[in-house]
């Protein structure tokens, strides 16, 4: 059976649904006295795409003066953090923040933005892990 024969087999759902992961906070399950888990999903290429130029500075001849890591952070887990959602309008008012930048601020610390925008990344299918580079030098 050829590849395009399996593919046609395939559900067309199943490929183009978003890889999703549930992972814990343990600093918010200890404040709440449960577990705090968030369900964070893949982010499409385009998206992607934006976060990471709207995170560069560009000088005037079109050079790169910065790029700022940090906002592109903050940017992926407004859009790969799912539940809870960080545009929810209750949930930034109840914390007196106007944008989803400003609750996912005041929600985590730098270091669990940091390990959330990295799941995403992975759900997204960059950032191969350590295992899968160990695997392709040995084949």
């Known amino acids: 059976m050829s590849l395009i024969d399996k593919l046609l087999q395939m559900d067309s759902k199943t490929i183009t649904e978003m890889p999703k ?11 709440m006295g ?8 893949a982010i ?12 560069i500075d560009l000088t005037k001849k079109g ?3 910065d790029i700022n890591l940090f906002d592109m952070q903050v940017l992926t887990i407004i859009d790969g953090v799912i539940e809870p959602s960080l545009k929810d309008k209750k949930l930034m008012k109840h914390f007196g923040c106007v944008t989803p930048k400003e609750l996912a601020k005041k929600l985590f610390l730098a270091g669990e933005i940091a390990d959330i925008s990295n799941t995403i ?11 899968d580079e160990e695997e392709v030098k040995k084949q």
């Open 21 to 31: 992961k549930e992972i814990e906070i343990p600093r918010l399950s200890k404040l």
């Open 34 to 41: 449960e577990k705090f888990k968030i369900t964070c999903q």
């Open 44 to 55: 499409d290429g385009e998206r992607y795409a934006d976060i990471q130029k709207s995170a």
């Open 63 to 65: 050079g790169v003066r």
């Open 121 to 131: 990344q992975e759900l997204s299918g960059y950032d191969k892990s350590e295992d």
